[in-house]
Antibody, heavy 119, light 106 residues
Framework: EVQLMESGGGLVQPGGSLRLSCAAS????????MHWVRQTPEKGLVWVSR????????RYADSVKGRFTISRDNAANTLYLEMNSLRAEDTAVYYC????????????WGQGALVTVSS | DIQMTQSPSTLSASVGDRVTITCRAS??????LAWYQQRPGKAPNLLIY???NLASGVPSRFSGSGSGTEFTLTISNLQPDDFATYYC????????FGRGTKVEIK
């Protein structure tokens, strides 16, 4: 059974940093592109970032470019999102999601991790 | 960016009804469209990809159609589990989602 489990969410002050992790199981992690998608009541679902199978190629939404870094450890079956210079507008539930065969839609999602940026 | 507009934003229906949700793209996206279901407090769940292909394990009462800029998700014989929020997502150029359609009990 495919499972994705996020961790690392929490409360952080504006300007602070946080690292999210996503532990994958039930599939060959190293064969799939992976993504981060976030959700807020105000903006809905918004794609954040993606990484290819070996980590050599990454893409970011303009809103997080230069502040967030996506990475992966295929030996540990884990996806990461390093978030720096956090702003109030980064407050959201962050989901990791598996890409279906490089086609940029998401066939499995984690349960989500809440990130709150507030003083 | 390609904008995705869903209508209606809320839909009231009864068990056994047939419901249709529309998603319009601000420019043509061929058939690069997916539909997701999200229940409260849960992650989205893939229903349809490439506009009309049913994802694995999804009941056949769900169907999708359309191409270009206009797409529909139809749920025939609405079941209690189907009361949820539905999102479309284009993947022709980057990835953008619609704002969702909540299907509630009439």
């Amino acid at each position: 059974e495919v499972q994705l489990m996020e961790s690392g969410g929490g409360l952080v002050q504006p300007g602070g940093s946080l690292r999210l992790s996503c532990a994958a199981s039930g599939f060959t992690f190293s064969s799939y592109w992976m993504h981060w998608v976030r959700q807020t009541p105000e903006k809905g679902l918004v794609w954040v970032s993606r990484i290819n199978t070996d980590g050599s190629s990454t893409r970011y939404a303009d809103s997080v470019k230069g502040r967030f870094t996506i990475s992966r450890d295929n030996a540990a079956n884990t996806l990461y999102l390093e978030m720096n210079s956090l702003r109030a507008e980064d407050t959201a539930v962050y989901y990791c999601a598996r890409d279906h065969a490089g086609e940029y839609y998401f066939d499995y999602w984690g349960q989500g991790a809440l990130v709150t940026v507030s003083s | 960016d390609i904008q995705m507009t869903q209508s209606p934003s809320t839909l009231s229906a009864s068990v056994g009804d047939r419901v249709t949700i529309t998603c319009r793209a601000s420019q043509t996206i061929s058939n690069w469209l997916a539909w997701y279901q999200q229940r409260p407090g849960k992650a989205p769940n893939l229903l349809i990809y490439k506009a009309s292909n049913l994802a694995s394990g999804v009941p056949s009462r769900f169907s999708g159609s359309g191409s270009g800029t206009e797409f529909t998700l139809t749920i025939s014989n609405l079941q209690p589990d189907d009361f949820a929020t539905y999102y479309c997502q284009q993947y022709n150029s980057y990835r953008t989602f619609g704002r969702g359609t909540k299907v509630e009990i009439k």
